[in-house]
């Protein structure tokens, strides 16, 4: 609208301590945060889960467009897009 940018897309790397590998580490589970910026608060606004979906990028900045503006943080909930995996539930749940 006004060339500012309002959201920002983050691709995380969870560990997920339910799922290691041969050695006992870890295996991270990869997904998409889509935090609102301000003015006003900062916030996360959606999750996709980036391994269970086959186009997570795309679905991150069509949150970003539709939901991060008029996100009200500490109101509203965040968003779970596309298909829901390890990932999204696990940053789900904090």
């Given amino acids: 609208m006004d060339g500012k940018p309002f959201a920002i ?4 790397h969870i ?3 339910s799922d290691q590998d041969k050695g006992g580490r870890p295996i991270a589970k990869p997904m998409l945060a889509v935090t609102r910026l301000p003015p006003g608060e900062v916030c996360h606004v959606a999750y996709i889960d980036a391994q269970a979906n086959p186009n997570p990028n795309e679905l991150a900045r069509k949150a970003a467009d539709e939901l991060a503006r008029n996100f009200q943080c500490g109101k509203d909930v965040v ?3 596309g ?6 539930t696990m940053a789900k749940r904090q």
Avoid: F, K, L, P
Avoid at 83 to 88: F, I, K, L, Y
């Fill in 9 to 12: 897309i983050q691709r995380w």
């Fill in 15 to 17: 560990a997920d301590n």
């Fill in 79 to 81: 968003h779970v897009i």
């Fill in 83 to 88: 298909e829901t995996g390890r990932a999204s």
